[in-house]
């Protein structure tokens, strides 16, 4: 029996009328591994041939990261991993370079939803909206809630204007925001910053003049606890912070504390540092809205993501290439 060109290590739950077309093309199977070290044994044994895996975060409930450990452990034949998911922190893409694979991910494919989020998450912060309606329906009308902000005038700082930071800004252009500035490791060449209405500032200047601050980038060494208690002590008294990127990018202790101090006047995040388990300090903050990162639960955009990776599949096994490779893995294909 032919060993599988593609292993799905995960699953493929909205795109399955391409999927099921391609697999009239291609030999392509799901992992039947039941646990790491199952995976891990099969790997060097029946799985031993494969030349990409497709991998969806589902699979971390049995097969964890793709951490160095694991990915030293990969079949020798694998040259691509194509993964659904914008963000992919829970793969070692340094690894896997290492051993000679690549790696795609799916921007632009969870800009639009991720965006929605962010802003869905910015208007419940300026009005208060989850603890007015807890409120409405506990009896209590309107007494008690904190009076709202109106958005209008104040300042949006953006940190990564990526695709999501960028359709941001497109969201909340409508709003009469006095600025949206950002910043990025690189500046936005200057037509990108006119198309969006975007003006650059460094990180400590966003941090110190923003009204409103939403978090959009990636999560890796540099980023882990960008935004930590001296951070926050640098932000204006009653900022609103927005986090759809990752739970790390801020260190949740010092959020809680600058919750409880009153330096930030609201937190909305979609995103958590141990998630699915959420500090009790932001569960029974009043001031914070939370949501279980629904970020990309959309019907379309999970079947756009779905569809970029087996485009990248296909990109993979047609022409030994990849569409959309992680940033770390693109200079591979230059």
């Known amino acids: 029996m032919s060993s599988p060109q593609v292993l799905i290590v995960g699953c493929i739950d909205f795109c399955t009328d391409i999927y099921h077309d ?8 799901y992992a039947t591994s039941r646990s790491r070290q199952e995976f891990i044994t099969d790997c060097a044994g029946k799985y031993k041939d494969v030349p990409v895996i497709y991998r969806s975060p589902e699979s971390m409930e049995v097969v964890g990261a793709f951490d160095r450990e694991l990915v030293s452990r990969l079949p020798n034949a694998l040259k691509y ?37 962010a802003a ?14 807890d409120n409405l329906r506990q009896g209590r009308w309107k007494f008690g809630v904190r009076m709202g902000v109106d958005p209008q005038g104040k300042i949006l700082g953006i940190i990564g204007a990526g695709g999501i930071g960028r359709t941001l800004a497109k969201r909340m252009s409508g709003f009469e925001l006095a600025k949206i500035q950002y910043y990025n490791r690189s500046r936005l060449p200057e037509n990108i910053e006119n198309e969006y209405n975007l003006t650059y500032a460094d990180f400590e200047t ?47 202790a010092a959020l809680v504390n600058a919750l409880e101090r009153g330096k930030v006047l609201s937190a909305g995040l979609d995103v958590f540092e141990g998630e699915p388990q959420v500090s009790a300090g932001l569960l029974s903050h009043p001031r914070s809205v939370l949501l279980p990162h ?41």
């Open 294 to 334: 629904i970020g990309t639960f959309t019907n379309e955009s999970q079947y756009k993501m779905e569809k970029l990776v087996l485009d990248n599949m296909v990109a993979a096994l047609e022409n030994d290439t990849l569409i959309t490779p992680v940033p770390e893995h693109k200079k591979y294909f230059q």
């Open 120 to 133: 869905i998450l910015i208007l419940n912060c300026c009005r208060n909206v989850i603890a007015a309606t």
């Open 206 to 252: 966003l941090l110190q003049t923003s009204d409103i601050i939403s978090v959009h980038c990636p999560l890796n060494e540099t980023t882990t606890h960008l935004i930590d208690y001296k951070e926050f002590a640098m932000m204006k008294d009653n900022v609103i912070l927005v986090n759809t990127a990752r739970g790390k990018v801020i260190n949740e």
């Open 81 to 117: 991993i194509v993964y659904c998911g914008a963000g992919y922190d829970t793969i070692d893409v340094n690894a896997c370079a290492d051993h000679n694979i690549m790696v795609s991910h799916t921007p632009q494919a969870v800009d639009d939803a991720t965006a929605d989020i």
């Open 22 to 29: 391609l697999s009239k093309k291609y030999r392509i199977e």
